[in-house]
């Protein structure tokens, strides 16, 4: 309940919201529902986690800025990462390749925040 009288609230939300599109999306380009579950993950539980522990809150739509952003560049991240499993490693399968994927830029993108971010507000 904490969190939905804190500033990260619209971190959140924006995640929320946007979560399942990706979801949907990555689902469709990799004819994978391990991989858009597992965006529907970062998105809308790991990115919120991360901003609330490594960024400060700003409060409304600067927050939901950073989350459209980071979204972005997770979406982008994940769909490269996959393809580049697969073409590396095609034996792998799908759901080998998604956890691959989701292991590297998850793993990789927090501590990339954690390292050059501003820390915590």
Not at 14 to 40: E, K
Not at 46 to 66: I, K, M, V
Not at 77 to 94: C, D, E, M, S
């Amino acid at each position: 309940m904490e969190d939905l009288r804190s500033g990260s609230l619209p971190v959140i939300v924006t995640g929320v919201l946007l979560a399942l599109p990706c979801a949907y999306a990555v689902t469709a380009l990799t004819d994978s529902t391990s991989a858009g579950f597992l965006m529907l993950i970062t998105v809308g539980v790991l990115l919120p986690q991360a901003h609330e522990n490594h960024w400060p809150t700003y409060g409304g739509w600067r927050d939901a800025a950073w989350t459209v952003a980071a979204t972005a560049i997770a979406f982008v991240a994940y769909l490269a990462v996959f393809w580049a499993i697969r073409a590396v490693v095609p034996t792998i399968g799908v759901d080998g390749a998604a956890v691959g994927a989701f292991l590297l830029v998850d793993l990789g993108g927090l501590a990339t925040i954690a390292r050059f971010g501003p820390g915590p507000g």
